[in-house]
């Protein structure tokens, strides 16, 4: 449709035909309404006019600036409610990361306002804000001093097992995490934030509680692997207590841990209380430290292939010895050309006297022999450590390939040999292992500093995870191929001078891995403390748990000082318990069973859940639209258009909540029959239509009433409908019964009333069957103004089902005068991407808001239309006949729409033979009337158009121009619904601009947000 031509429309053949009898009064009408016309059209038949043309007079045009602009003059009575889309997006690219979910970012920015300062954007991208962080935290205490132990023990095949179900859980979870930080923007406050806010307050409390002890405990279990590292393998003789008996010396190493720490803990925490910035400072050393100290392993395993190194193991018969207590593995030792007995000899046998005969018979029967501890890549030792070899607690280390004479021997000799401290099963290596994988909330926990939060934390994480996974698994394959068995069981390398046995492995020294796997768990237990605080002041924040609120408080400038000495102290409970093997489990989860009780309290249940929506409205991320399908029948009771049915049945899909609802007319006692066999029907229907819900049918005096009760009354509790889907009023232009729009009207009026999202479904036979596919196309939305986020919600749902799947979206929006078109396309784009959507963006140019002639005509028609038939009082056969003139001559206006709406039937036009008795007085009064026509076709000559209703056709006409022209071939066009004009006088107009609206589109969805935001940027 093009503004340039302007066709010219004669009235006088409508009144030619009307009054026949007076053709001259008629002729001089027609004439006078041609010359008012052609005056009031541009003498250069352009529709490039001014707004301060004879259109509007001069009163009117002084007032122009008072408007909003005339593009949008159809939305204007709702533009406090329903923001321009421009306006919409500016407020969106002043977001920032904070603390605060959606609701609570949205009010902290309207409190605020003016006062917010001038933050630095987010900078860190995938790699050091997620990547390496995950890598740091993940890897840890447990890589470097408990996996060679439980692959020697759980043997190879069962090891892997044992990583492998490990990293699948927690890829699970960072999967899950995914969904859910990629949901939306996430906002600064990490893991806890994501959980709390996707699970409810309930459940997040719970989890995040849970979620805060675990990293608490962490957090000694690495200050814990710090002073075993230290005390064991760096600075034995820094140890302050020692064995009174040499079986003694696990409890004097329990009271060191103890001891060291506590002072660990309490020098820990100081550095978190004094700045989380000298923590940051840190972080690169410590992981620098990881990854060095893993390349060492790999860099020893390849060396082990031509040149193992030298860390001879010595044997007793099968029993392994622990080599720090004697310094030649053999029985005798020449000294001074003297053959005497060997250190060894005399711990067997109290003296060094190769006479002596109290020694162990153990030691006397059995053969003492040496063998490689790293026998290397190239060996065979991986088909011995292929399979397990699980221990009793104090059950010595044997190699069961060499033979021996099996005699207990004494247990004053017992502290020589390598034993088991604790006794092994799967499920301990389990519990013991899988908090090594743990650490992927790292990259999450850094929202806030994120460049690009909801594709940083996905990849970021799986690929920490990916590569992990491969650094445990390939180590334990490594470590059972280069180590021999009776090494890997032992847990802190007595059989190798008291080496840590990872250590034997790397190269160039072993002092690498001891070194660097002390200052790694240092700096994981520096970041549980800095990490555990602040999740315990998230959760107090948020009043969870009343007596936590104190938690919540901290310094000025936001250090959780209560929190962090709360951690500690629970720290300090694990930091007593002394033992890195007991600690760990509590990381991990224990399996229970705890029955099925749900099965026998459905009712409850479902009352219980019923209740719980009756609490309040979803949060923004829960809505969808729950549909109050409103149908006509026929005469028949059937169905008018089942296509209805079929729209909403691929808008759900078959899930949440479907009422489908009818009015019959007629009073309840004598139509109760009916109501029963339309409920049949529209069940019928729904089955066949797929549509899971539920029907209902009242019966009404009026069906506007039973309309209003429908949209009031349906549903149980909070289990309510939230959206209303409104058939077209096909033909209302021709009927000459005006309750049929005025029924429309009155039904937009009260879901408006209501808070209820509404859907006019326009063309409704022309949407596709459930059996039908779109294998191309496009899904057009048409986003004029912002009223909740419905526009870009629904085709979303579209898509989901077989139906739309393949159609691709695209959006468009108007710029106005005063719109940065480009920055508006670029900042959609922004938000379509943090909502997770897949569309084409455009933005449509509007600058030119002169009112064309054609729209000026068009608007004087439809004025002299509703004018007339008030005045005229016409007969139902004059009525009727009228209409189809009228109909007729918009068909011209129309100027050949591709699609007719007119589904029912087209009244019969022929107007009925009436059969009259004229008496003298009837005659005069026709008479009188006929003499009076005239008169009154002058007053319709003389109407001049409201401003308003210009102003309105002109939004309607210029969008409907832009909207045929670029979405004529798509599949579906949503489009914002004017709301109906305040005043009821301007009902009939309202649908006139519909019609001019969505004319020449196949299938049109018209759309109004029920006065609330149903979609989010927030995960």
């Keep these: 449709m093009s503004t340039n031509v302007c066709p010219r429309f004669m009235v006088a053949t409508v009144l030619d035909d009307l009054f026949t009898s007076t053709g001259e009064a008629v002729q001089d009408i027609s004439n006078s309404l041609q010359i008012v016309s052609q005056q009031q059209m541009p003498s250069s038949g352009h529709g490039n006019h001014k707004e301060n043309s004879p259109f509007l007079n001069n009163a009117e045009s002084a007032k122009k600036s008072d408007y909003y602009d005339k593009n949008l003059a159809l939305f204007e009575e709702e533009l406090d409610i329903r923001p321009k889309v421009s306006s919409l997006l500016s407020r969106l690219v002043s977001y920032t990361s904070f603390t605060q979910g959606a609701k609570e970012h949205e009010e902290s920015e309207s409190a605020e306002g003016s006062k917010k300062k001038v933050t630095k954007s987010p900078r860190m991208g995938t790699l050091m804000g997620v990547y390496l962080p995950c890598l740091q935290n993940i890897f840890g205490v447990i890589l470097f001093l408990r996996l060679t132990w439980i692959v020697g023990t759980a043997g190879i095949m069962q090891a892997f097992l044992i990583v492998l179900m490990c990293c699948c859980c927690t890829l699970l979870t960072a999967i899950s995490m995914s969904a859910v930080a990629t949901n939306g923007v996430v906002p600064a406050g990490g893991s806890y934030f994501m959980i709390s806010r996707s699970l409810g307050p309930e459940f997040g409390g719970a989890v995040g509680l849970c979620f805060y002890l675990g990293t608490t405990f962490a957090a000694a279990m690495y200050i814990l692997g710090a002073i075993e590292i230290l005390l064991k393998y760096i600075v034995p003789k820094a140890a302050i207590f020692h064995a009174e008996d ?15 720490g506590t002072i660990f803990l309490s020098c820990m925490a100081l550095v978190v209380f004094v700045g989380v910035k000298y923590v940051n400072k840190f972080a690169s050393l410590f992981l620098a430290c ?5 390349l060492s392993i790999y860099a020893g395993a390849i060396k082990s292939i031509f040149d193992p190194p030298e860390f001879p193991i010595c044997m007793l018969g099968n029993r392994t010895l622990s080599r720090d207590l004697f310094d030649v593995c053999a029985r005798t030792v020449v000294q001074d050309n003297v053959t005497i007995g060997s250190r060894l000899w005399e711990n067997f046998c109290g003296s060094t006297n190769l006479t002596a005969d109290t020694c162990d018979d153990y030691f006397i029967h059995n053969n003492i022999t040496e063998i490689q501890g790293i ?5 065979s030792i991986i088909r011995e450590n292929m399979w397990s070899s699980y221990l009793e607690k104090g059950a010595i280390l044997e190699k069961a390939s060499i033979s021996s004479v099996d005699i207990h021997g004494s247990m004053s000799s017992f502290y020589l040999y390598v034993s088991a401290d604790i006794t092994t099963t799967f499920t301990v290596l389990l519990g013991i292992f899988f908090p090594s994988v743990t650490g992927i909330m790292a990259g999450s926990n850094r929202s806030g500093d994120l460049r690009d939060a909801q594709k940083s934390i996905p990849v970021g994480t799986i690929l920490a995870i990916a590569t992990t996974s491969l650094v445990y698994l390939s180590s334990v394959v490594l470590f059972g191929a280069c180590i021999e068995g009776v090494v890997l069981r032992d847990k802190y390398g007595d059989a190798v001078r008291k080496n840590l046995v990872v250590g034997t492995l790397s190269w160039p020294s072993p002092w690498v891995i001891v070194i660097g796997s002390f200052f790694s768990t240092c700096g994981a237990g520096l970041q549980s403390l800095t990490g555990a605080p602040r999740l315990l002041q998230a959760i107090a924040k948020d009043n969870i748990i009343p007596f936590l609120r104190v938690f919540g408080l901290g310094k000025s400038n936001g250090e959780p000082t209560w929190a962090l000495l709360l951690t500690a102290v629970i720290a300090e409970l694990g930091i007593l318990i002394a033992s890195l093997d007991m600690v760990a489990p509590i990381l991990s989860i224990a399996e229970k069973e705890w029955g099925d009780g749900i099965r026998g309290l459905s009712l409850s249940a479902a009352r219980y859940a019923l209740l719980r929506l009756e609490a309040g409205p979803p949060h923004t ?18 169905v008018k258009y089942p296509r209805l049915l079929t729209f909403a049945s691929q808008l759900k899909a078959g899930k949440g909540l479907t009422i489908v609802g009818s009015v019959i007319q007629g009073n309840f006692l004598e139509n109760m029959a009916e109501s029963q066999a339309s409920e049949q029907a529209i069940k019928n229907m729904m089955e066949i239509e797929k549509v899971k819900g539920f029907c209902q049918v009242i019966v009404a005096n009026k069906v506007r009433e039973g309309i209003a009760h429908l949209i009031q009354s349906c549903g149980l509790g909070g289990m309510k409908h939230n959206t209303v889907v409104l058939g077209w009023p096909y033909g209302w232009r021709q009927s000459e019964d005006p309750r049929a729009w005025k029924t429309f009207i009155n039904t937009v009026r009260c879901t408006t009333a209501a808070q209820l999202a509404l859907m006019v479904p326009k063309n409704v036979s022309f949407y596709p069957g459930n059996h039908e596919r779109f294998t191309e196309g496009h899904i057009d939305v048409w986003w004029i103004v912002h009223d909740g986020g419905m526009l870009m919600l629904l085709p979303f749902l579209l898509k989901q089902h077989k139906v739309w799947r393949k159609c691709k979206m695209r959006i468009f929006t108007v710029a106005q005068m005063d719109d940065n078109s480009i920055q508006m396309k670029k900042d959609l784009a922004t938000f379509l991407y943090q909502l997770r959507i897949e569309a084409e963006v455009e933005v449509v140019e509007m600058h030119d808001s002169d009112i064309s002639a054609y729209t000026y005509e068009r608007t004087l028609m439809m004025e002299q239309r509703s004018q007339m038939l008030k005045q005229m009082r016409l007969s139902s056969a004059e009525r009727g006949r009228e209409a189809q003139l009228i109909k007729d001559r918009h068909s011209i206006i129309r100027m050949g729409s591709l699609y007719s709406d007119e589904e029912e039937e087209i009244i019969d036009t022929v107007p009925e033979k009436i059969q009259m008795t004229w008496t003298k007085d009837k005659y005069e009064a026709e008479r009188r009337n006929r003499k009076n026509a005239p008169d009154n076709f002058r007053e319709l000559i003389s109407i001049k158009p409201n401003q308003s209703n210009v102003r309105r056709m002109h939004t309607a006409v210029k969008l409907n121009e832009v909207i045929v022209n670029r979405s004529h071939d798509a599949k579906l066009v949503l489009l914002n619904m004017p709301g ?14 519909l019609e001019v609206l969505t004319e020449g589109l196949e299938r049109v969805l018209l759309v109004r947000g029920g006065g609330r935001e149903v979609i989010t940027i927030y995960s």
């Design 246 to 260: 040499v079986n003694d010396g696990d409890s004097a190493m329990l009271n060191n841990m103890r001891v060291y």
């Design 980 to 993: 109906p004009p305040k005043n009821s006088e301007g009902d009939e107009n309202y649908m006139e601009f």
């Design 375 to 379: 026998p290397g890549l190239a060996s």
């Design 621 to 638: 991320k829960n809505w969808r639209p729950q549909l109050l399908v409103l149908l006509k029948l026929d005469e028949d009771l059937h």
């Design 290 to 294: 990881v990854i060095v100290s893993i």
